[in-house]
C-alpha cells in the first residue's frame, strides 16, 4: 500500500494511467477498500503536486462501480467533498478530471453526489465567470505582456477563445454529473438552471457555448414528454419552446464545433417526440438542419445527414415545400453571412431547391433566390462562386417564365466566369449555359457567338502564361490571395504579422462583395482560361445543340497544336477529357475530320512527361476507338504516320 502513493503520483500521464489500471485491479480484488480509500483522499488533499491529485482523480473514476456495496456514506461523503474542492483547482487538468469523476460517482451514488455536494460549487464556478474579471495588477502584466497602453481593455488583450477561469470546466463538470444522473435529473432542471446553461450559449468563448450545447443534449433526454409534472423543475411545453430558440441559435453558429454539438443536442431532441410535437418545431429548425447537410466541417456534414434522414425519414422533400417560406428566408440570411464557408453551403441548398422541391412550392420565390445567387457570384471565395453558377442555371432551366427579366444579367455573369481562374467555375458556368439553352431559345445566338469569340482566345496568349493569373500560389480559406505589385520582396504591411486563424470558421471575413466583378477587385483571366471554359461550353452543348458544335469543332482541334504558352498541357488535359463527349454530339464524319489534326498533338500528350494530360490523352483514345472503331482509328493514325501505330495501340482496345 505504501507504494501507490508514489506511483499514482508519476510525472508522466502514461505511468500514472499503468498505476491506476494497477490500482483498480487491485481495488476490486478486496472487500476492505478503507486503506485504499484513505490514499486516494490523502492524495486528493494532501499532496502538493498536481499529478498526484490527477492520478486519484483517474484511480477514484474507475473504482466506484466496485465500491458501491462496500464504502461508506462517510467515505463516499469524504471523496465527494474532495473532489468538489478541486473544481476550482489552479490547474485546468485537474478541474477537467474532477468534473469526469464527480460525473461517473454519480452515476454509482446517485443525483445525491450533485445536491449535497457538487451543486453550489459547480453553480458558483459558472455564474461567477459568465463575465471576465480581472484584477488591475493582472491586467497590468497583461498590458506589458502585448506591449499595449494603459487604456487596453481586457477584451482587445485577450483572444475570444481565452481562458475563462473556470466557466468552462465548470460546464463541463455540470455535462457530466447530468450524463451520471440521467433521468432522475429533472427536478433538477429548474428555470434558473435553464437560465445559466442559456446563458453560456450565448458567451463568447466558443469552447463554452459548445460545452454548453452538450449540456442541453443531456437535458432533452431528462425532461421528456412523458415525465411526469411533478417529477419536472419546469413545463415540457416551456422547456421545448426555449430550448428549440437556442438549438436555432446553435445550428446557426460561426464555429463547427458548436454547430456539431447543437446538431446533437437537436437530434436527440426531435427524435423521442411523436410525430404532432415534432411538426410544431419544423418551421424552426428544418432549414437549419437541411443547411447543416452541406456544411463544410466533414462532421457536422456527416452527423446532419444522418440526423435529417431519421427525422425526416423519406418525406423530406415535403417538408421542405410544406415550410418553403422559412427555408427560403433562412438560406437567404445564410448566403449573406460573414463566413465564406456557411455561404457555400446556402447556395448549394439553393440548388438543391431548384432541383427537388414542387416547382408550385418554389415558383414565388423564384426571383428572389435567384436576385440572391446573382449577389453571391460577386464573391471573394470561388467555392462561393461555383456553388451560386449550380443553383442559378438550375432555377434558370426550371423557371424560364419566371426569371427571363433577370437572363441578360445572368448571361453577362455567366460568359465572364467561363474565364475564370478556377477550372471548376469555368466547368459549371459551362454547366448553366448548357441548361439555359433549351429553356430561352433567345439566348442560343448569343450563346453561339460568344463561344466563337472565346474558343480561340488561347492562340493569342502570351508566353508567360500562368494557371492562376494575378494570384499567390497559395489559397486561404478558398480565396487565392491577389499579388501586390512587390509581394515577394516588399510584402503589405496590412496584411503582414497580422492575425492568423485556425480554421475556417474564423477565416477572415470575405465579404459578400469584392470578388472578381466588384468593388475594384479584378483578378485577370488568361486567354487560355477562356478557351478552356469554351470546350466545357461545347461539352454542355453537344447533345442540345449539335449544329454549333459541329461548326466549331475544326477551332476547337486547332487549340491542340498550341505549345508556346507555358500552361499548355493544362489545356490539352480538358480538351482530351471533354473531347470524346464533343465528338458524339458533333457526329462521326465531323470527328473524322478533325483526327488529321488531332492524331499528332495526342501522340504529344502521350509522349508527354505531365501526368494528368497523358491520362486524359490515354482515356480519349481509348473512347474514341470505341466511338469510331478500333480498326477505323487505326487506320487513320497509319495513313497519317504509321510511326505513331505502336504509341497507340495500347489504347485502341479496351
Not at 494532501?46 to 458501491?68: I, V
Not at 411523436?274 to 452527423?303: H, K, Q, S, T
Not at 445566338?445 to 474558343?455: F, N, R, V, W
Request: a negative charge.
Amino acid at each position: 500500500m505504501d507504494a501507490w502513493p508514489e506511483k499514482l503520483s508519476a510525472h508522466l500521464r502514461i505511468d500514472r494511467e499503468k498505476a491506476v489500471d494497477e490500482f483498480v485491479a487491485e481495488f476490486a480484488a478486496v472487500d476492505d477498500i478503507r486503506e485504499h480509500i484513505t490514499v486516494l483522499h490523502t492524495l486528493l488533499t494532501d499532496s502538493e503536486t498536481w499529478e498526484a491529485k490527477h492520478g486519484a482523480l483517474l484511480a477514484l473514476a474507475q473504482c466506484f462501480d466496485s465500491a458501491k456495496d462496500k464504502a461508506t456514506d462517510e467515505e463516499v461523503a469524504k471523496l465527494a467533498t474532495a473532489m468538489t474542492s478541486l473544481l476550482t483547482h489552479k490547474e485546468f487538468r485537474i478541474r477537467t478530471q474532477s468534473g469526469i469523476t464527480l460525473g461517473a460517482m454519480a452515476s454509482v451514488f446517485g443525483a445525491r453526489i450533485y445536491v449535497d455536494f457538487a451543486r453550489d460549487v459547480i453553480w458558483t464556478c459558472i455564474a461567477d465567470n459568465i463575465e471576465r474579471h480581472i484584477d488591475e495588477a493582472e491586467l497590468d502584466v497583461l498590458r506589458k505582456r502585448v506591449g499595449a497602453d494603459a487604456s487596453a481593455t481586457p477584451d482587445a488583450l485577450l483572444y475570444e477563445s481565452a481562458g475563462w477561469k473556470t466557466l468552462d470546466t465548470g460546464f463541463k463538470a455540470l455535462l457530466e454529473v447530468t450524463k451520471g444522473v440521467g433521468e432522475a435529473f429533472a427536478p433538477f432542471v429548474t428555470q434558473e438552471l435553464i437560465s445559466l446553461v442559456f446563458a453560456g450559449l450565448k458567451h463568447t468563448n466558443r469552447f463554452v457555448r459548445e460545452t454548453g450545447y452538450y449540456v442541453c443534449a443531456e437535458l432533452v433526454q431528462v425532461i421528456r414528454e412523458e415525465t411526469s409534472a411533478e417529477m419536472t423543475g419546469v413545463p415540457f411545453t416551456d422547456f421545448c419552446d426555449q430550448m428549440s430558440q437556442q438549438l436555432a441559435i446553435g445550428l446557426a453558429d460561426n464555429w463547427s464545433q458548436v454547430r456539431m454539438a447543437s446538431s446533437v443536442a437537436t437530434r436527440k431532441f426531435l427524435l423521442p417526440m411523436n410525430d404532432e410535437l415534432r411538426a410544431r418545431f419544423f418551421p424552426l429548425l428544418i432549414p437549419r438542419m437541411a443547411l447543416n447537410r452541406y456544411y463544410v466541417a466533414e462532421g457536422v456534414r456527416i452527423y446532419s445527414q444522418e440526423s435529417w434522414a431519421q427525422v425526416a425519414k423519406d418525406q423530406g422533400r415535403e417538408i421542405v415545400a410544406t415550410y418553403i417560406k422559412e427555408t427560403v428566408e433562412f438560406y437567404i440570411e445564410q448566403s449573406q453571412a460573414d463566413n465564406h464557408a456557411v455561404r457555400e453551403a446556402a447556395c448549394a441548398c439553393i440548388a438543391e431547391l431548384g432541383g427537388k422541391i414542387d416547382p408550385a412550392a418554389l415558383e414565388p420565390y423564384v426571383i428572389t433566390l435567384l436576385e440572391c445567387l446573382e449577389e453571391s457570384f460577386q464573391d471573394d471565395s470561388w467555392p462561393v462562386r461555383d456553388a451560386a453558377c449550380i443553383a442559378s442555371g438550375r432555377f434558370l432551366g426550371c423557371f424560364p417564365e419566371k426569371s427571363m427579366a433577370l437572363l441578360d444579367k445572368f448571361l453577362t455573369l455567366f460568359f465572364h466566369h467561363l474565364g475564370d481562374n478556377i477550372w471548376s467555375v469555368r466547368e459549371n458556368a459551362a454547366v448553366a449555359l448548357g441548361r439555359i439553352a433549351p429553356s430561352f431559345p433567345s439566348a442560343v445566338p448569343e450563346i453561339e457567338a460568344k463561344l466563337k469569340e472565346l474558343l480561340p482566345s488561347a492562340q493569342s496568349q502570351v508566353e508567360d502564361s500562368a494557371k492562376h493569373s494575378g494570384l499567390q500560389n497559395a489559397t486561404l480559406f478558398g480565396v487565392a490571395q491577389p499579388l501586390t505589385k512587390e509581394t515577394d520582396s516588399f510584402p503589405d504591411p496590412e496584411h503582414t504579422n497580422q492575425q492568423m486563424y485556425s480554421c475556417g470558421s474564423l477565416a477572415p471575413k470575405l465579404k459578400r462583395k469584392g470578388g472578381c466583378m466588384d468593388c475594384g477587385y479584378h483578378r485577370p483571366q488568361e486567354l487560355w482560361e477562356k478557351s478552356d471554359g469554351c470546350i466545357y461550353l461545347m461539352r454542355e452543348l453537344a447533345a442540345s445543340q449539335p449544329r454549333i458544335v459541329k461548326e466549331n469543332i475544326q477551332t476547337l482541334a486547332d487549340l491542340s497544336n498550341l505549345r508556346h504558352f507555358k500552361h499548355h498541357v493544362h489545356l490539352l488535359e480538358t480538351l482530351w477529357k471533354q473531347l470524346p463527349i464533343i465528338a458524339k454530339g458533333a457526329g462521326k464524319s465531323p470527328c473524322k475530320a478533325i483526327l488529321e489534326t488531332i492524331i499528332p498533338n495526342l501522340a504529344y500528350s502521350l509522349k508527354g512527361d505531365h501526368p494528368l494530360s497523358c491520362v486524359a490523352a490515354q482515356e480519349c483514345t481509348q473512347q474514341l476507338a470505341g466511338y469510331l472503331g478500333p480498326s477505323i482509328l487505326a487506320g487513320r493514325i497509319e495513313l497519317i504516320d504509321d510511326r505513331l501505330l505502336p504509341l497507340f495501340q495500347p489504347y485502341l482496345h479496351r
